[in-house]
């Protein structure tokens, strides 16, 4: 406190991410923490369960308390994160923001290398399991992949939006399996391990009946039978970087 007093700084820096039962942000979190810690900094963590109202609440409190902010995967609109850009400094991970400094993994030219190997392994229809609604990282993926698709002569047939978690990828198998695709590329890993339960489940075979692509390379998509295609996230490499540019 006396330091802070003195220097004008807490020497706390705050990381909010939208849901800790997440995989994906726990490799981000490592990151961060090895990056704070070689600096001499103490990292306050929140989960805003992906409630956009809670994270406003959380960033706002932390505010009073640390030197800046991370906010991981934020789920608030431009304008919200516009009045926090006056509360406090914010770096933002996955998001992209006028104004923000932001780390940015290209999920984009991820969905693009998911698509040259489906088109690779002769996959013309193909399903997409897209993430929530008010995700950037659903957004951006659902770009690449469109762009991905021109010109390849594909059937892209996109559902969604669904909620990240292994449940929605049970449910959105079945759409898949009705819509008669050969492929399917889910938003993430916890969704893409739901279909290879579900279609398993359902007698369908994993690879050859059906190819299921995941995103974000979790821990968990290497001890699935048979092993889960992904597509691999500098997680680690971007928690460090945030908190390099904050």
Do not use: Y
């Not at 939208?18 to 704070?36: E, T, V, Y």
């Not at 609604?133 to 762009?147: D, F, I, K, P, T």
């Not at 990828?169 to 050969?182: C, F, R, S």
């Amino acid at each position: 406190a006396a330091r802070s007093l003195k220097t004008g700084k807490t020497g706390n820096i705050g990381v909010v991410v939208p849901d800790l039962g997440n995989p994906f942000f726990p490799a981000i979190l490592k990151g961060a923490q090895a990056r704070a810690r070689e600096a001499d900094l103490a990292v306050f963590l929140a989960d805003s369960e992906e409630n956009p109202r809670l994270e406003m609440e959380l960033v706002r409190a932390m505010a009073r308390q640390v030197d800046g902010v991370v906010i991981c995967s934020s789920r608030l609109s431009e304008t919200q994160l516009q009045q926090l850009l006056r509360d406090t400094t914010l770096v933002l991970l996955n998001r992209r923001v006028r104004g923000a400094s932001a780390v940015v993994l290209d999920g984009a030219g991820g969905m693009r290398q998911a698509i040259e190997h489906l088109v690779a392994l002769g996959h013309q229809r193909i399903a997409f399991l897209g993430g929530p609604a008010e995700s950037w990282s659903n957004r951006e993926r659902r770009r690449g992949l469109r762009a991905s698709a021109r010109g390849k002569g594909l059937e892209i047939i996109e559902f969604g939006p669904f909620a990240p978690h292994f449940e929605a990828g049970q449910q959105a198998a079945d759409l898949a399996v009705a819509a008669e695709v050969t492929a399917v590329i889910a938003f993430n890993d916890r969704m893409a391990l739901g279909v290879l339960s579900r279609l398993a489940d359902r007698g369908i075979s994993v690879p050859d009946e059906m190819s299921v692509v995941g995103f974000d390379d979790i821990p968990m998509a290497s001890m699935a039978n048979p092993h889960m295609t992904t597509v691999a996230l500098p997680l680690e490499q971007s928690g460090r970087v945030a908190i390099e540019l904050l």
